[in-house]
């Protein structure tokens, strides 16, 4: 069975401040965008990444992806081996996934999804979502168990006052989600046709089909590029990587 990866990578990253998409800016003098679909192409079970890129920024995002291919002596759209295409992308990171799963051939019955914003995934866990999938899963998830306890609080009276709070779950049966979460093709898409709420990841909408999700062990350096905070990291991991 082929595997194909959808990255969406058409978010502002309006929390990491001001600059570039986020997909764009760099790590290591790399951008973002091409470490994840390094880490993606790094799995020999990938054979196609489709690049979700910001809406007007399509073939900005084809130029840089084929500049940093090409070096390898591979053909333009092609990466040592695993080909790549780039669509433009939507207003919501749902929509980005959808378009890109609407660009993606016949052939592939496992697509994963992962973030642009997740450049540091190791191939190993890359490698273990697509494992649990060809082991018969619909939906699986990478997660880590959570360090901090968490709170649902009710919203405040007024922007900056104390919320409160009104439950603690039990921390043990919590799990922080990673990308790339993989999935039955089929499932996946009808999931995309069928659920329109806002969503954070795609496998809640499988959840919401009533679809069994399995998680599988995440890894720390899968973590999400989203504030300045998280660059730094970033940068530290790369460092060690290339001691
Ligand atoms: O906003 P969030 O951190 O959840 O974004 C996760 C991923 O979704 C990022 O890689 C971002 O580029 C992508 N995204 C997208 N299209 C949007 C919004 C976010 O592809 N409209």
Do not use: C, N, Y
Request: no cysteine.
């Amino acid at each position: 069975t082929r595997v194909a990866a959808v990255i969406p990578a058409a978010g502002r990253g309006v929390r990491l401040g001001p600059g570039a998409p986020k997909a764009l800016r760099t790590l290591g003098g790399t951008p973002m965008l091409v470490h994840a679909v390094r880490a993606l192409a790094a799995s020999r079970a990938v054979s196609l990444v489709v690049v979700v890129a910001p809406p007007d920024g399509a073939a900005e995002v084809k130029s840089l992806l084929d500049a940093h291919a090409l070096p390898g002596g591979t053909p333009s759209g092609t990466w040592g081996g695993t080909d790549f295409m780039v669509v433009p992308g939507g207003d919501s990171r749902q929509e980005s996934v959808r378009l890109g799963l609407e660009a993606l051939p016949p052939g592939h019955d496992i697509v994963l999804v992962h973030d642009a914003a997740r450049p540091l995934v190791p191939v190993d866990t890359v490698d273990a979502v697509i494992e649990a999938v060809r082991d018969g899963a619909v939906a699986v998830v990478p997660a880590l168990p959570l360090a901090d306890t968490v709170k649902q609080v009710e919203p405040a009276a007024e922007p900056g006052a104390p919320e409160p709070v009104v439950a603690t779950p039990d921390r043990a049966r919590l799990r922080a989600v990673q990308t790339p979460q993989g999935f039955d093709r089929a499932t996946l898409v009808r999931a995309h046709e069928t659920v329109t709420d806002g969503v954070t990841d795609d496998a809640s909408m499988v959840e919401q089909l009533g679809e069994p999700v399995v998680a599988v062990p995440g890894h720390e350096e899968a973590f999400k590029v989203t504030r300045p905070l998280d660059l730094v990291l970033a940068e530290a991991v790369l460092a060690r990587r290339r001691l």
